[in-house]
């Protein structure tokens, strides 16, 4: 017979950070709040402007980059971080800011919906900690390919 996974006695998930918790109640009032296209994309900067300056500036980047090579894809955020979706409201790519999960970089990834498929291995994730002239220009063609 497995064991129980039970909760410490000081009343701290044994399975969950505060963190992971508080990404999972954003979850739920995004789920909740039905926003409009604008709505979302409004959330979105108001995410990113709440962001400490580094990962801010960072996000700042990342949503022009990806508004200026993938206009089809809307805004949205995503367990509170910003993300973009397709036509069927899949998420394609999201920005993690170091702060979220008091990391030492930032994160660029994409999801399922992206087609980037390239053999049986490909790469889903990028750590950021600052962006070239060239790391905008492979970010920029990622999402285009992502997006199509």
Same mark, same amino acid.
């Given at each position: *017979?497995?064991?129980?996974?039970?909760? $410490?006695?000081?009343?701290?998930? @044994?399975?969950?950070?505060?963190?992971? $918790? +508080?990404?999972?109640?954003?979850? =739920? +009032?995004?789920?909740?709040?039905?926003?409009?296209?604008?709505?979302?994309?409004?959330?979105?900067?108001?995410? =990113? !402007?709440? *962001?400490?300056?580094? &990962?801010?500036?960072?996000? $700042?980047?990342?949503?022009?980059?990806?508004?200026?090579? @993938?206009?089809?894809?809307? !805004?949205?955020?995503?367990?509170? *971080?910003?993300?973009?979706?397709?036509?069927?409201?899949?998420?394609?790519?999201?920005?993690?800011?170091?702060?979220?999960? $008091?990391?030492?970089?930032?994160?660029?990834?994409?999801?399922? %919906?992206?087609?980037? &498929?390239?053999? &049986? *291995?490909?790469?889903?994730?990028?750590?950021?900690?600052?962006?070239?002239?060239?790391?905008?220009?492979? =970010?920029?063609?990622?999402?285009?390919? %992502? @997006?199509?």
């Amino acid at each position: *017979m497995a064991a129980k996974k039970t909760a $410490k006695k000081s009343g701290k998930s @044994a399975v969950l950070s505060a963190g992971e $918790k +508080a990404a999972l109640r954003e979850t =739920i +009032a995004e789920r909740k709040a039905n926003l409009s296209k604008e709505e979302a994309e409004n959330a979105v900067l108001a995410r =990113i !402007a709440s *962001m400490p300056p580094s &990962d801010r500036a960072l996000a $700042k980047k990342i949503h022009a980059l990806v508004k200026a090579a @993938a206009p089809e894809l809307a !805004a949205k955020t995503w367990y509170g *971080m910003p993300a973009y979706t397709n036509r069927d409201g899949k998420i394609v790519c999201f920005f993690k800011d170091a702060a979220k999960f $008091k990391s030492r970089y930032a994160t660029f990834g994409f999801e399922e %919906a992206a087609n980037l &498929d390239d053999g &049986d *291995m490909w790469p889903v994730a990028y750590a950021l900690k600052e962006l070239t002239a060239a790391d905008e220009a492979r =970010i920029s063609a990622l999402v285009k390919k %992502a @997006a199509r």
